[in-house]
């Protein structure tokens, strides 16, 4: 199929839009799919034919970042090419479910910790994994900032705000409790 008035112009208004490359490729895609999906030019596609390529691409095995880029793909053309957001308002972008990390078990975390043959390595991740800390602050940490007596690990805070008067320059990291 020859490329339609309607794709030539919706890649001219993304080009405007200052989109990337590969999102304007990709959104060209997926209106040139819905257009050979509904057999009619793109400004001739009523809100029934969008909804049917709606129900179409739910469908398929589509995760939702690759559904949300068609949905936004038909947002863009008929909102700001087309001029008809009617035929599009209904249409809400999925959002991904976020998967929760992994969390290893204490067996796992020995085996980590025992597998850095070099005493040195084995102690800094292991004050990393017992406080929590960020690689950038346990490297700042020093012997001085250890206070055993207190069996705590007292860090500088990060720079405050301009003008913020609130909390100490100190914060505790880690408090082991007897």
């Known amino acids: 199929m020859a490329a339609s008035v309607s794709l030539s112009r919706f890649a001219g ?3 405007m839009a200052n ?14 799919r819905f257009e050979e999906f509904a057999g009619i030019e793109l400004a001739d596609a009523s ?13 398929q095995a589509v995760g939702a970042s690759r559904l949300g880029q068609h949905y ?8 700001r090419t087309l001029g008809q957001p ?19 078990g204490r067996p796992e975390i020995q085996r980590l910790l025992d597998g850095f043959t070099t005493a040195k390595y084995r102690m ?29 690990v007292l860090m500088p805070c990060s720079p405050r705000p ?7 320059p100190l914060r505790m990291v880690w408090t082991l409790t007897r």
């Open 13 to 15: 208004d993304l080009r």
């Open 19 to 32: 989109r990337a490359t590969g999102t304007i490729q990709s959104y060209v895609s997926s209106a040139r």
């Open 47 to 59: 809100q029934e034919s969008v909804r049917r390529w709606v129900d179409h691409l739910r469908s």
């Open 72 to 79: 936004a793909a038909l947002k863009f053309l008929y909102a």
């Open 86 to 104: 009617d035929k599009v308002a209904w249409i809400t972008i999925p959002k991904a479910k976020a998967h929760l990390p992994s969390i290893l």
């Open 124 to 152: 800094f991740f292991t004050l990393i994994y017992a406080t929590g800390l960020r690689i950038t602050e346990a490297t700042r940490t020093m012997l001085c900032s250890m206070q055993s007596w207190a069996w705590a």
């Open 162 to 168: 301009a003008g913020s008067t609130a909390g100490s």
